[in-house]
């Protein structure tokens, strides 16, 4: 069965510094994997994807994730953070598209950018 | 708009009555989720319609939930007997859910936050 982790509930940075958010993921095949964003009072918004290809992805705000194949990752970054980078941020992995496989979220890593 | 719609948008009622949410997708997505989200908390899956073949509806909590949908089209969830936990928002995604690039992308609604009393 397919999963996902975001070992991290909560992760704080000053702005202007780089940041990472955290995900595993354990699939049978070969993974569809998804970055959403939920800012305060919004609804949940699509940030980058890896299907296949190139290993880092690059999405929206500035934003990018690595998708490494032998520690099953796909780690969220941006070299410089801002304050509205405040947000929840949900990982999301889907096994070898079929149309029995479902796409699962993590848990949710809470981002908070001081100034 | 084009976007994914939800009605309705806040429901609060009383403990022991049914509740119906409703989501309208995208036209032309083929798959359909519903969510719910507990206060400050991650999205939980409930249930999962792919074009003509049978639901998965393993993340449904209990027997009093249940969803249906209309071709592919509107989808309905109906909670019965409400309990003070079904307290959530409970989020509507759709995505084209055909093989490609671009199918698995979810556009998600706005939600419809439940208040049992």
């Known amino acids: 069965a397919q999963s996902v982790a975001q070992p991290e509930d909560q992760v704080n940075v000053a702005e202007g510094n780089p940041l990472t958010v955290k995900c595993t993921y354990s699939v049978s095949g070969n993974p569809y994997l998804f970055w959403y964003v939920q800012y305060p009072n919004r609804g949940l918004q699509f940030l980058l994807k890896y299907i296949t290809g190139d290993n880092l992805v690059k999405g929206s705000y500035g934003f990018e994730a690595e998708f490494n194949k032998s520690q099953t990752s796909f780690h969220l970054k941006k070299p410089s953070a801002l304050v509205s980078d405040s947000a929840l941020y949900f990982c999301?992995?889907?096994?070898?598209?079929?149309?029995?496989?479902?796409?699962?979220f993590g848990s949710g890593t809470r981002l908070s950018i001081r100034p | 708009g084009a976007g994914v719609s939800q009605s309705p948008s806040n429901k609060v009622t009383e403990k022991g009555k049914d509740v119906e949410l409703r989501c309208d997708p995208i036209?032309?997505?083929?798959?359909l989720y519903w969510y719910r989200q507990r206060l400050g908390q991650g999205l939980e899956f409930l249930i999962y319609?792919?074009?003509?073949?049978?639901?998965?509806k393993s993340g449904l909590p209990s027997d009093r939930f249940s969803a249906e949908r209309t071709g592919e089209s509107v989808s309905t969830l109906t909670i019965q007997r409400t309990q003070q936990e079904d307290s959530a928002v409970y989020l509507c995604?759709?995505?084209?859910?055909?093989?490609?690039?671009?199918?698995?992308?979810?556009?998600f609604g706005p939600g419809t936050r439940l208040t049992v009393l």
């Open positions: 319609f792919q074009g003509n073949s049978a639901p998965d």
């Open positions: 999301a992995v889907r096994d070898m598209p079929s149309s029995a496989s479902k796409i699962i």
């Open positions: 036209s032309g997505h083929t798959a």
């Open positions: 995604a759709s995505s084209l859910g055909v093989w490609g690039r671009d199918s698995d992308t979810q556009y």
